[in-house]
């Protein structure tokens, strides 16, 4: 399995992906709104896009769907239930689907609600697992629920899928806010020193973004951290309020309602 990571340029800071068999040069185009850009790298590698995944509905998502199937005759792939909010889906998905790109790829749908609730998430079947997230997952932090989500879903999904991933899972999200987020987990955890070090690491980069890992992100992430002493102590100061011994849901809403207005 190939993977180009995209870096779109654009306002919205977008990830595209291109991910390529080695064997037959298909490729499946993962949110392709800057769709001339992936068609100039695959035709750079000599691969055709044969398949657009689509990980939500949002426009900075969709956007480019028209322009790459008008250009390759591409099928579009989506959650099943956003039929309706996504035109033209030729393959709506559910949990468990599995995405074959040319002999090589197989792609595991992960439903994972919370930033819409049509959300699909890609975990790759290879040696070292990889995770296309779309605006679920961050580097160091989470997607937000404004835009026809829910905090709770959101909740679930970081724990009840994300978190029980191999640590050594590559993350590849659909938008580049590192310093931002990581900013945001040492205003909630400032003794935090591996994102303080990581915050010195990617601050001078340009266009040239870092792959973490789910290991890196459980020691960065503030949404995975929901049992940092300080993070909690933070947490209170904001929420005077906030019980003795708060729950990790709990936690993580209040994270996520601070990161809101942040």
């Not at 990980?55 to 099928?75: F, R, S």
């Not at 945001?184 to 400032?190: K, N, Y």
């Amino acid at each position: 399995m190939i993977v180009r990571q995209i870096w779109t340029d654009n306002s919205f800071r977008n990830f595209n992906y291109l991910i390529a068999c080695t064997e037959t040069g298909e490729a499946l185009a993962i949110d392709p709104l800057e769709y001339q850009q992936c068609l100039d790298v695959a035709a750079g590698e000599g691969w055709q896009i044969t398949q657009i995944l689509n990980t939500h509905e949002h426009h900075d998502h969709i956007g480019g769907n028209a322009g790459m199937v008008a250009a390759t005759n591409a099928k579009i792939l989506a959650h099943a239930g956003a039929k309706g909010r996504i035109p033209d889906i030729d393959r709506g998905l559910a949990a468990g689907d599995v995405i074959k790109v040319g002999n090589t790829v197989e792609l595991e749908c992960l439903d994972t609600p919370g930033h819409t609730m049509s959300h699909i998430c890609l975990l790759s079947h290879a040696d070292q697992p990889a995770l296309f997230c779309g605006d679920t997952l961050f580097n160091a932090g989470a997607g937000h629920c404004k835009g026809g989500g829910h905090p709770d879903s959101l909740y679930t999904t970081f724990a009840s899928q994300l978190a029980k991933l191999p640590d050594d899972t590559l993350i590849y999200p659909g938008h580049d806010y590192i310093l931002n987020n990581l900013n945001f987990t040492l205003d909630r955890e400032p003794d935090n020193q591996r994102a303080m070090a990581l915050k010195d690491e990617v601050e001078n980069q340009a266009n040239c973004a870092l792959v973490t890992t789910l290991a890196l992100e459980k020691e960065i992430n503030t949404f995975f951290r929901l049992h940092s002493l300080t993070v909690i102590a933070r947490l209170r100061e904001a929420f005077p309020d906030l019980p003795e011994n708060p729950g990790e849901k709990m936690i993580f809403l209040k994270l996520r309602e601070l990161r809101n207005e942040w």
